[in-house]
RNA sequence: UCCGGAGUAGCUCAGCGGUAGAGCGAGUGACUGUUAAUCACCAGGUCGGGAGUUCAAAUCUCUCCUCCGGAGCCA
């Protein structure tokens, strides 16, 4: 039986078509009714009169209510008077399932209300767009690195060893030994780079930071390519590359969402590449040229990196940082053992950083050294040693984080709303 | 963890020592072009929990809980 879909309504004109989905809302007259329907791909106003739908059909409007499951039947056509441009005039209305009081109204709601009841407000058109956004922004991600010989290199959830410090570790317990959920699947990336040349591993990362702040996640979603033969320079070619399609994607494919969601398109058209490349040691700069007491050496914090990106209309790539404040992994610059060869890719309009990435260490004997710097042990770390045992390598790559760019993208003031189901410092449910 | 704000009807809020309120939503009725419809009628409450002050507490005090905003923390 052929399904018909309401975003594809264009295509139906003339026909008679059977719509399903829900009541979105309705209008309810003497001898008219209108319903809109939504069905998950687009919302449809069906016309219901005495004189085109059977009796049945018609006394519907005295039991259903807002989000009702139902079925209507009838002739698709254009409609100027209609919010989408076309209706339906309904010959038969069938209701699948009555709903209750729908908690959701059109009026206003406070946040804790509606992410208390997050699993019915990923109905309503607002959420509806982000959610669509965001699967145009993770299918952009797939095809940019599938379309470039990169292989998908799927890594552990359950680690043994952390990547980013231990205080952000969510411990579990793993039949008896202690586990830790992934915050980065970049040292299983670097021994699939040695084995494949250009890898990506895509997949949910688990911070346990005590954050509470608009740009911060419990569980969120990381890209991470990883690539042999790759020096800064190039990592940065990359990650300027692979920004500027996601944005060019969802300007190409979802501009009627981001017009729900009242965002300023010209801010993502003015996103050009190249894109600016900054020293850390430049950066520190401008804060000072704005006023920012910042001494060389210290991290960016929230308002630093607002400043900064606030230079630029593109993203902005700080490369660089004094590498006292960087991971151990990173390589050190060869003409400054202070700097690390680590870049951060920093939003615009102050959304913040969205990537973070360096060239590895690739000597082992440097390595080892910092790894005991950080008080572990090469016993620890020994499969990731064996990497550089076993024909060294120059790579590198850099993490993407998907809600920060859904958050950017689609202009939100919080990074909760980027993600179906949440997870917070306060909330676990739903 | 710190600073600030808030918890009153299904929702958003007003009331701030003296009879528990409004708008929206729900319900009932009218309407053949509605877009957050309009109009009429109507139901709806352990004022976050506990303790205290007072003749009297939604209102003042203490305490706990929850949420929000910011800071810190955080590739």
Redesign the pocket.
Known sequence: MKEYFIQHAKDYVGKTVTLKGWAY??????????L?LRDGTGVM?C?V???DADEASFELK?VI??ETSVMVTGVIKE?P???GGY?I?ASKVEVVAIAE???????????????NNRHLWLRSKRQHAIIRIRHTIIKAIRDYFDDRDFTLLDTPIFQQAA???T??LFETDYFGEKAYLT??G?LYGEAGAAAFGKIYCFGP?F?A????????LTEFW?V?PEMAYCDLDMDMDVAEDLVFYIVSQVLEHRRSELETLERDISKLEAVQSPFPRISYTDAVKILQENGVEFEWGD?????DETIISNQFPSPVMVHR?PSA???FYMKRDPENEKQAM????LAPEGYG??????QREDDIDALISRIKADGATEEDYSWYLDLRRYGSFPHSG????VERVVSWICGL??I?ETIPFPR????LNP
């Open positions: 809302s309705f209008r309810k007259g003497g001898k008219i009714w209108f809109q106003q016309v009169t005495k004189f005295n209510t807002q409609e008077r209609s919010p209706e005039l009081e729908y908690p959701i109204s059109k009026k206003e709601h406070g946040i804790d209300f509606l992410m990547t980013e410090g205080a952000t915050q980065s970049q990362t911070r930071e005590k954050s509470s702040t608009r740009r911060h990381m991470e991290d960016f914090g929230g308002g940082y404040i960087k991971a680590a870049l951060d890719m950083e969205i990537i973070g990435g360096s850099f993490g993407l984080g003031k919080h909760r917070t410092i306060s909330r």
